[in-house]
Protein backbone atom coordinates (compact mmCIF):
# COMPACT_ATOMS: atom_id res chain seq x y z
CA UNK A 1 0.00 0.00 0.00
CA UNK A 2 0.71 3.55 -0.35
CA UNK A 3 1.85 5.36 2.64
CA UNK A 4 2.26 8.82 3.28
CA UNK A 5 4.34 10.44 6.08
CA UNK A 6 4.13 13.89 7.38
CA UNK A 7 6.33 16.09 9.41
CA UNK A 8 5.76 19.10 11.76
CA UNK A 9 8.46 20.64 13.14
CA UNK A 10 8.68 23.53 15.64
CA UNK A 11 10.97 25.59 17.60
CA UNK A 12 10.02 22.89 20.53
CA UNK A 13 8.67 19.63 19.38
CA UNK A 14 8.55 17.51 16.30
CA UNK A 15 5.65 15.35 15.40
CA UNK A 16 5.03 12.69 12.67
CA UNK A 17 2.57 11.05 11.28
CA UNK A 18 2.14 8.05 9.29
CA UNK A 19 -0.89 7.75 7.17
CA UNK A 20 -2.25 5.61 4.38
CA UNK A 21 -4.41 6.68 1.25
CA UNK A 22 -7.14 6.97 3.30
CA UNK A 23 -6.25 9.20 6.18
CA UNK A 24 -6.25 6.13 8.42
CA UNK A 25 -3.71 7.11 11.02
CA UNK A 26 -1.41 4.55 11.16
CA UNK A 27 1.28 5.65 13.65
CA UNK A 28 2.99 8.88 15.44
CA UNK A 29 5.41 9.60 17.24
CA UNK A 30 6.54 13.24 18.94
CA UNK A 31 10.47 14.12 19.55
CA UNK A 32 12.14 17.26 20.19
CA UNK A 33 12.65 20.44 18.12
CA UNK A 34 13.67 20.06 14.29
CA UNK A 35 12.97 23.80 13.88
CA UNK A 36 16.21 25.10 11.93
CA UNK A 37 18.21 27.95 10.54
CA UNK A 38 21.61 27.68 8.30
CA UNK A 39 23.28 26.35 11.44
CA UNK A 40 21.07 23.13 12.54
CA UNK A 41 20.05 21.42 8.87
CA UNK A 42 21.88 18.50 10.17
CA UNK A 43 20.14 18.61 13.80
CA UNK A 44 17.32 19.08 11.95
CA UNK A 45 17.93 15.84 9.81
CA UNK A 46 18.67 13.60 12.60
CA UNK A 47 15.81 14.43 15.15
CA UNK A 48 13.64 13.18 11.51
CA UNK A 49 15.69 10.20 10.90
CA UNK A 50 14.92 9.26 14.41
CA UNK A 51 11.11 9.46 14.62
CA UNK A 52 10.52 8.74 11.30
CA UNK A 53 12.52 4.85 12.35
CA UNK A 54 10.53 4.90 15.24
CA UNK A 55 7.17 5.29 13.54
CA UNK A 56 8.16 2.82 10.71
CA UNK A 57 8.98 0.29 12.58
CA UNK A 58 7.26 -3.34 11.49
CA UNK A 59 5.25 -1.30 8.75
CA UNK A 60 5.38 -2.88 5.11
CA UNK A 61 4.37 -0.77 2.28
CA UNK A 62 5.12 -0.25 -1.70
CA UNK A 63 5.99 3.43 -1.43
CA UNK A 64 6.01 6.18 1.17
CA UNK A 65 5.89 9.69 0.12
CA UNK A 66 7.40 12.30 2.86
CA UNK A 67 6.60 15.76 3.21
CA UNK A 68 8.32 17.96 5.96
CA UNK A 69 6.96 21.58 7.13
CA UNK A 70 9.57 22.97 9.33
CA UNK A 71 10.04 26.41 10.99
CA UNK A 72 12.75 28.11 9.34
CA UNK A 73 12.49 26.59 6.05
CA UNK A 74 11.20 29.11 3.73
CA UNK A 75 14.83 29.94 2.31
CA UNK A 76 15.16 28.15 -1.47
CA UNK A 77 18.27 27.55 -0.14
CA UNK A 78 17.59 25.77 3.48
CA UNK A 79 14.50 23.76 2.17
CA UNK A 80 16.62 21.89 -1.28
CA UNK A 81 19.71 21.27 0.72
CA UNK A 82 16.95 19.94 3.66
CA UNK A 83 15.06 17.76 0.58
CA UNK A 84 18.41 16.39 -0.48
CA UNK A 85 19.19 15.38 3.14
CA UNK A 86 16.15 13.66 3.94
CA UNK A 87 16.33 12.05 0.39
CA UNK A 88 19.53 10.53 1.56
CA UNK A 89 18.25 8.81 4.29
CA UNK A 90 16.26 6.40 2.45
CA UNK A 91 13.29 6.56 3.93
CA UNK A 92 11.57 7.91 0.77
CA UNK A 93 12.32 9.44 -2.91
CA UNK A 94 9.25 11.62 -3.00
CA UNK A 95 10.26 13.97 -0.49
CA UNK A 96 9.16 17.38 -0.35
CA UNK A 97 9.90 20.28 1.90
CA UNK A 98 7.53 23.18 3.60
CA UNK A 99 7.35 25.51 6.26
CA UNK A 100 5.53 24.51 9.57
CA UNK A 101 2.76 27.25 8.76
CA UNK A 102 2.04 25.86 5.54
CA UNK A 103 1.35 22.57 6.07
CA UNK A 104 -1.05 23.38 9.39
CA UNK A 105 -2.82 25.81 7.09
CA UNK A 106 -3.21 22.37 4.24
CA UNK A 107 -4.79 20.88 7.87
CA UNK A 108 -7.09 23.26 8.36
CA UNK A 109 -7.83 24.84 4.42
CA UNK A 110 -6.41 22.18 1.86
CA UNK A 111 -5.53 23.45 -1.16
CA UNK A 112 -8.68 26.15 -1.95
CA UNK A 113 -10.49 27.01 1.13
CA UNK A 114 -9.92 30.68 2.17
CA UNK A 115 -9.35 31.37 5.17
CA UNK A 116 -6.25 32.80 7.73
CA UNK A 117 -3.82 30.70 10.23
CA UNK A 118 -2.50 32.57 13.08
CA UNK A 119 0.37 31.05 14.60
CA UNK A 120 2.03 32.01 18.00
CA UNK A 121 3.87 29.37 19.85
CA UNK A 122 8.10 29.79 20.06
CA UNK A 123 7.57 32.03 16.88
CA UNK A 124 4.81 33.61 14.99
CA UNK A 125 3.82 34.12 11.47
CA UNK A 126 0.50 34.19 9.64
CA UNK A 127 -0.56 32.97 6.78
CA UNK A 128 -3.70 33.58 4.92
CA UNK A 129 -5.96 32.86 1.52
CA UNK A 130 -8.71 34.74 -0.18
CA UNK A 131 -9.97 36.06 -3.36
CA UNK A 132 -6.83 38.49 -3.85
CA UNK A 133 -4.80 35.48 -3.87
CA UNK A 134 -2.73 33.97 -1.01
CA UNK A 135 -0.23 36.04 1.48
CA UNK A 136 2.07 36.00 4.33
CA UNK A 137 2.69 37.84 7.19
CA UNK A 138 5.75 37.46 9.79
CA UNK A 139 7.51 34.61 9.90
CA UNK A 140 10.60 36.49 9.68
CA UNK A 141 12.22 35.03 12.57
CA UNK A 142 13.53 35.85 15.95
CA UNK A 143 15.76 38.79 15.18
CA UNK A 144 13.84 40.82 13.19
CA UNK A 145 10.44 39.48 13.34
CA UNK A 146 8.44 37.04 15.45
CA UNK A 147 6.39 39.49 17.07
CA UNK A 148 3.50 38.12 19.65
CA UNK A 149 5.64 35.23 19.74
CA UNK A 150 6.67 33.05 23.03
CA UNK A 151 10.36 34.22 22.58
CA UNK A 152 9.39 37.77 22.12
CA UNK A 153 7.29 37.98 25.50
CA UNK A 154 10.18 35.83 27.23
CA UNK A 155 12.83 38.73 25.68
CA UNK A 156 10.63 41.49 26.64
CA UNK A 157 10.58 39.53 30.13
CA UNK A 158 14.62 39.82 29.90
CA UNK A 159 14.64 42.96 29.16
CA UNK A 160 12.52 44.36 31.99
CA UNK A 161 15.07 42.68 34.26
CA UNK A 162 17.86 44.59 33.48
CA UNK A 163 16.11 47.67 32.83
CA UNK A 164 14.95 47.63 36.72
CA UNK A 165 18.02 46.83 37.55
CA UNK A 166 19.76 50.06 35.97
CA UNK A 167 16.65 52.10 37.42
CA UNK A 168 15.19 52.69 33.95
CA UNK A 169 11.99 51.26 35.56
CA UNK A 170 10.71 50.48 38.53
CA UNK A 171 11.29 46.68 39.95
CA UNK A 172 8.91 44.77 40.04
CA UNK A 173 7.74 41.01 40.76
CA UNK A 174 8.37 40.14 37.19
CA UNK A 175 11.94 40.53 38.13
CA UNK A 176 12.32 38.46 40.72
CA UNK A 177 10.17 35.59 39.12
CA UNK A 178 12.02 35.88 36.02
CA UNK A 179 15.40 35.44 38.10
CA UNK A 180 13.49 32.48 39.71
CA UNK A 181 12.32 30.46 36.81
CA UNK A 182 16.05 30.95 35.86
CA UNK A 183 18.05 29.79 38.95
CA UNK A 184 19.65 33.18 38.89
CA UNK A 185 21.24 35.12 41.38
CA UNK A 186 21.56 38.61 39.93
CA UNK A 187 20.55 40.59 36.67
CA UNK A 188 24.15 40.40 35.76
CA UNK A 189 24.04 36.57 35.31
CA UNK A 190 22.00 36.86 32.79
CA UNK A 191 24.37 38.10 30.01
CA UNK A 192 26.12 34.29 30.24
CA UNK A 193 22.70 32.92 30.63
CA UNK A 194 21.27 34.59 27.57
CA UNK A 195 23.69 34.33 25.28
CA UNK A 196 23.76 30.02 25.45
CA UNK A 197 20.14 30.08 25.76
CA UNK A 198 18.00 28.23 23.26
CA UNK A 199 14.98 30.27 21.69
CA UNK A 200 12.56 27.52 23.12
CA UNK A 201 14.36 28.07 26.68
CA UNK A 202 13.56 32.42 26.24
CA UNK A 203 10.04 30.90 24.74
CA UNK A 204 9.70 29.09 28.13
CA UNK A 205 9.24 32.50 30.45
CA UNK A 206 5.73 33.24 28.25
CA UNK A 207 4.16 31.04 30.90
CA UNK A 208 5.39 32.94 33.65
CA UNK A 209 4.70 36.60 32.13
CA UNK A 210 0.83 35.47 31.40
CA UNK A 211 -0.05 33.68 34.64
CA UNK A 212 1.49 37.28 36.02
CA UNK A 213 -0.40 39.30 33.64
CA UNK A 214 -3.82 37.05 34.93
CA UNK A 215 -2.89 38.17 38.55
CA UNK A 216 -2.65 41.37 37.63
CA UNK A 217 1.17 42.43 37.43
CA UNK A 218 1.58 45.66 35.59
CA UNK A 219 5.36 45.22 33.67
CA UNK A 220 3.69 41.40 32.60
CA UNK A 221 0.21 43.30 31.27
CA UNK A 222 2.14 45.14 29.46
CA UNK A 223 4.12 42.68 27.63
CA UNK A 224 0.93 40.59 27.39
CA UNK A 225 -1.34 43.34 25.75
CA UNK A 226 1.73 44.33 23.32
CA UNK A 227 1.52 40.98 21.90
CA UNK A 228 -2.08 40.72 21.44
CA UNK A 229 -1.77 43.53 19.83
CA UNK A 230 0.42 42.61 17.40
CA UNK A 231 -0.62 39.30 16.64
CA UNK A 232 -4.18 41.13 16.16
CA UNK A 233 -2.28 43.32 13.02
CA UNK A 234 -0.83 39.78 11.21
CA UNK A 235 -4.49 38.97 10.95
CA UNK A 236 -6.33 42.29 10.00
CA UNK A 237 -3.33 42.98 7.49
CA UNK A 238 -4.25 39.46 5.90
CA UNK A 239 -8.02 40.81 6.02
CA UNK A 240 -7.17 44.22 4.55
CA UNK A 241 -5.01 42.82 1.48
CA UNK A 242 -6.49 39.44 0.38
CA UNK A 243 -10.34 40.67 0.62
CA UNK A 244 -13.69 41.61 -0.10
CA UNK A 245 -14.68 37.98 1.29
CA UNK A 246 -17.32 37.21 0.50
CA UNK A 247 -19.03 36.05 4.23
CA UNK A 248 -16.88 36.31 7.31
CA UNK A 249 -13.44 34.42 7.13
CA UNK A 250 -12.46 31.72 9.50
CA UNK A 251 -9.32 32.36 11.71
CA UNK A 252 -7.46 29.09 12.67
CA UNK A 253 -5.90 29.72 16.35
CA UNK A 254 -2.29 27.49 16.37
CA UNK A 255 0.14 27.35 18.82
CA UNK A 256 1.31 26.51 22.15
CA UNK A 257 0.47 30.55 23.27
CA UNK A 258 -2.74 31.16 21.15
CA UNK A 259 -4.38 27.14 20.69
CA UNK A 260 -7.10 26.01 22.58
CA UNK A 261 -4.97 25.29 25.91
CA UNK A 262 -2.56 28.59 25.22
CA UNK A 263 -2.41 31.32 27.76
CA UNK A 264 -3.44 34.05 25.52
CA UNK A 265 -6.28 32.13 23.14
CA UNK A 266 -9.32 33.63 25.32
CA UNK A 267 -8.03 37.30 25.67
CA UNK A 268 -6.81 37.25 21.71
CA UNK A 269 -10.53 35.62 20.77
CA UNK A 270 -11.86 38.66 22.61
CA UNK A 271 -9.22 41.30 21.16
CA UNK A 272 -10.50 39.28 17.57
CA UNK A 273 -14.13 40.58 17.83
CA UNK A 274 -13.62 43.79 16.82
CA UNK A 275 -12.37 42.23 13.22
CA UNK A 276 -15.11 40.67 10.70
CA UNK A 277 -14.14 37.30 11.48
CA UNK A 278 -15.58 33.64 12.64
CA UNK A 279 -12.98 31.69 14.98
CA UNK A 280 -12.19 28.26 13.15
CA UNK A 281 -13.30 25.12 15.74
CA UNK A 282 -11.82 22.23 14.19
CA UNK A 283 -8.63 20.48 15.70
CA UNK A 284 -5.75 21.41 13.86
CA UNK A 285 -2.66 19.08 13.41
CA UNK A 286 0.28 20.27 10.75
CA UNK A 287 1.36 16.74 10.93
CA UNK A 288 -1.61 15.21 9.40
CA UNK A 289 -1.53 18.62 7.22
CA UNK A 290 1.84 17.52 6.18
CA UNK A 291 0.28 13.74 4.89
CA UNK A 292 -2.12 15.64 3.39
CA UNK A 293 0.38 17.58 1.17
CA UNK A 294 2.41 14.78 0.33
CA UNK A 295 -0.71 12.72 -0.76
CA UNK A 296 -1.51 16.17 -3.12
CA UNK A 297 1.70 16.66 -4.68
CA UNK A 298 2.43 12.58 -5.53
CA UNK A 299 -1.39 13.11 -7.06
CA UNK A 300 -0.42 16.37 -8.68
CA UNK A 301 -0.08 16.62 -12.91
CA UNK A 302 1.82 19.59 -12.55
CA UNK A 303 4.71 21.09 -11.55
CA UNK A 304 4.23 20.49 -7.30
CA UNK A 305 7.62 22.57 -5.72
CA UNK A 306 5.23 25.24 -5.33
CA UNK A 307 2.22 23.44 -4.50
CA UNK A 308 0.98 24.99 -1.26
CA UNK A 309 3.50 27.18 -0.91
CA UNK A 310 2.95 30.87 0.36
CA UNK A 311 4.37 33.93 -1.22
Same mark, same amino acid.
Given at each position: ????????????????????????????????????????????????????????????????? +????? /?? !? #??? =?????? %?? *? @??? $??????????????????????????????????????????????????????????????????????????????????????????????????????????????????????? +????? /?? !? #??? =?????? %?? *? @??? $?????????????????????????????????????????????????????????????????????????????????
Amino acid at each position: MDIFLGIDGGGTHTRVVLMDGHEVELGRMVGSASGLDKSSVSASVEEIKTLCGKVLDGIECSSIS +LCAGL /AG !A #GDT =VIKKSL %ES *A @IQE $LGISKDVSVRTDAEVTFMDAFGLTESGILLIAGTGSTALGRGLNGSKRVGGWGSVIGDEGSGYRIGLESLRSVIQAQDERMASTSLVYEVLGALELNAPRDLVTWVSSAEKSEVAALAN +LVCHM /AD !A #GEE =VSSSIV %EK *A @IDD $LVIHVQTLLENLGPWPSAPEIALHGGLIGPAGPLHDDLILALEKLNCDIFKEEIDGARGACRMAACIQDSEHNSSNLGVFP
